[in-house]
């Protein structure tokens, strides 16, 4: 009944509004760093510890495959707790199922378990997941022209884990070491920990849920007819969703299956592991860092601009990919950099846009459903690019890539056609 009163406490306060918006990006920021941290480790070394356990290299990319699929069955089920607990008992039970998967594969490792290995990284793929979804939990009390600044919040402090994580490989393979566990299995004792942490700060401070309270307010509103009921609550799926999601998935779907080849191209061309490194590191860089600015951005000139700057972006990542023969370092890193700023402005702006088009009534669980199809975007991504790869070149996936990405703008002109919409 206590919680009842403080949320009520909100409900009727604009002042005390803002207050608990602010404080839940600082909340949802630091557990993002914590979460960021975990996300490194599966992407780092989760297909050399199953290459290393089977003795093959053919399996490798089962690891990824298994926590996507894990990360789109989570996102579905953390989408649909949120919506009937709130944001905080939602992201905890992600998080926290997460860090029990993470745990699991440093279990598989030290008694050599394959089974045991790829059921735990289907389960550690619910951290990724929740990773994803924390970025919807700052928008539920901000007004429309803070959404996609709250979004870039959450993205920015991804960025100090996700960066952290990788450059911590060596330690914490050398303390698993010394602890009797497999220096491989070392990032994902890291993993647990951090999205353990993140489940923690998310249950201990999101007090009161920022979802529910934006429940109990639009409850309010409708009560005293402040609003009339939202019609995207009914059971056609309102067009800015459809359009938001799509972009989502096709930003999606083109990042991951360049990013996924560009390593094995520059292999191929001689470059080190060292530069491997930095090519990466600085596309994922580029996927998070600018995500200050692409949030302000997309709140003071709207959503559409800044969804063709992302069509535009991603088409000159693909042709700069293709023009560069893979000998020339500077070229890639362009490349990649511009496809990690594509991809960060797809997702912010039609994140954007989702949180635009749903209400309290339906936001939380229509979010978790188009996550799930980001996930299966990005794996289906990541399969289909080394079957194109090997059938035809690296040069023709870049092409390819590029010009997927230029559907965003029919999508937008339909999306923009019936009546000339401000965002």
């Known amino acids: 009944m206590a919680s009842h009163h403080k949320i009520e406490h909100y409900v009727h306060s604009q002042k005390n509004q803002q207050e608990l918006y602010k404080r839940t990006l600082i909340i949802v920021s630091l557990s ?40 789109a069955a989570s996102a579905f089920l953390v989408g649909r707790l949120s919506q009937r607990y709130g944001r905080r008992i939602g992201l905890f039970s992600g998080f926290f199922t997460g860090g029990i998967g993470a745990f699991g594969v ?45 979004v870039s919040l959450a993205m920015v402090s991804t960025t100090f884990g996700a960066v952290a994580g990788p450059n911590l490989v060596d330690v914490m393979g050398q303390f698993a070491l010394s602890i009797g566990v497999p220096a491989l299995a070392g990032p994902f004792l890291l993993a647990g920990t951090a999205f353990l942490s993140a489940g923690l700060v998310l249950f201990l401070a999101l007090r009161p849920d920022p979802f529910l309270v934006a429940k109990a307010i639009a409850h309010h509103q409708q009560q005293t007819r402040q609003t ?28 991951v299956a360049v990013m996924t080849m560009t390593p094995i191209h520059m292999a191929h061309h001689g470059h080190s592991l060292q530069a491997i490194g930095l090519v990466i590191g600085v596309h994922v860089g580029a996927m998070y860092l600018p995500s200050l600015f692409t949030g302000m951005l997309v709140d003071r000139y709207g959503r559409v601009p800044m969804a063709v700057g992302a069509g535009i972006t991603l088409l000159l990542a693909g042709l700069i990919g293709a023009i560069g023969s893979g000998e ?61 790869v090997a059938g035809t070149s690296y040069t023709a996936l870049s092409l390819l890539g ?14 923009r056609k019936p009546s000339a919409r401000s965002s």
Do not use: C
């Open 106 to 150: 440093v279990f598989a490792a030290v008694f050599d378990n394959l089974f045991l290995l790829f059921a735990a990284l289907f389960v550690y793929g619910a951290g990724t997941a929740t990773n994803l979804q924390a970025r919807y939990a700052g928008t539920d009390l901000a007004s429309d022209k803070q959404r996609a600044t709250a």
């Open 328 to 388: 020339s370092m500077p070229l890639l890193l362009i490349a990649l950099a511009l496809l990690g700023l594509g991809w960060n402005l797809g997702l912010i702006s039609g994140t954007t846009l989702l949180v635009d088009h749903t209400d309290a009534s339906n936001r939380a669980k229509m979010q978790g459903a188009v996550d799930v199809y980001i996930a299966l975007a990005g794996a289906s991504g990541g399969a289909m690019s080394g079957m194109i």
């Open 402 to 415: 590029g010009f997927v990405s230029l559907l965003v703008l029919p999508l937008l002109y339909w999306y």
């Open 228 to 255: 009339p009921p939202n019609s995207n609550a009914t059971t056609g799926l309102p067009k800015g969703v459809l359009v938001g999601a799509l972009i989502m998935v096709l930003t999606q779907l083109v990042m």
């Open 32 to 71: 993002q760093v914590f979460g960021g941290a975990g996300l490194a480790a599966g992407i780092t070394v989760g297909a050399l510890l199953a290459q290393e356990m089977l003795g093959s290299n053919a399996y490798a990319g089962l690891p990824a495959a298994l926590f996507t699929l894990g990360s």
